[in-house]
């Protein structure tokens, strides 16, 4: 075989191999760090792969959040409003909009005990952003369930009145 002919084979090969790990490897890494939203019903029927980090999102059930009066560490259920309930555990602090009632979406991962060991606890924006996954799960729940954001008059100021 001809010296360059041979030349131009080992360098298509050598970027051959080379684009094929690259391509591999991105692969590899975009599908790790996805993070999958599972609603609760997901959640209770064992959906989530135990140890992978996840999202999950709900709301919060009222009466169920119990603060430890020592540490950081709060325990709450989230619900669809349609009997699906799971266990959230939290250290840390929480968003200034989180509440009882409120959507939420926790990043985290599920325990042996069925426990979701939450790292991560997102509220929503403001009194008119709901994530689409949540706000469809506040719909299902009736429109009983759904409480319109109140409405705020621009005109008014503090200490003014209509």
């Known amino acids: 075989m001809n010296p360059k002919r041979k030349h131009r084979l080992y360098l298509t090969l050598f970027l051959l191999i080379v684009s094929t790990g690259v391509t591999s490897l991105l692969i590899l890494v ?9 609603p609760p019903a997901d959640v209770v029927a064992g959906k ?34 349609q009997g699906a309930v799971f266990a959230v555990a939290y250290s840390g602090i929480l968003p200034d909009l989180f509440r009882e009632g ?27 952003y709901m994530p689409p996954e949540l706000l469809d799960i506040d719909m299902q729940a009736g429109p009983q369930s759904y409480k319109p ?11 003014d009145s209509l």
């Open 30 to 38: 975009s599908g790790e760090n996805m993070n999958m939203f599972y």
């Open 48 to 81: 989530i792969p135990p140890g992978q980090k996840v999202r999950a999102g709900g709301m919060v059930l009222d009466g169920s959040v119990q603060r430890s009066g020592t540490s950081l560490a709060v325990d709450f259920q989230l619900t669809d409003h």
């Open 102 to 128: 409120q959507g939420i979406l926790v990043e985290g991962k599920m325990d042996a005990t069925g426990v979701f060991q939450a790292e991560e606890v997102l509220a929503k924006h403001d009194e008119n």
């Open 149 to 159: 954001p109140p409405s705020i008059d621009p005109r008014a100021r503090k200490g």
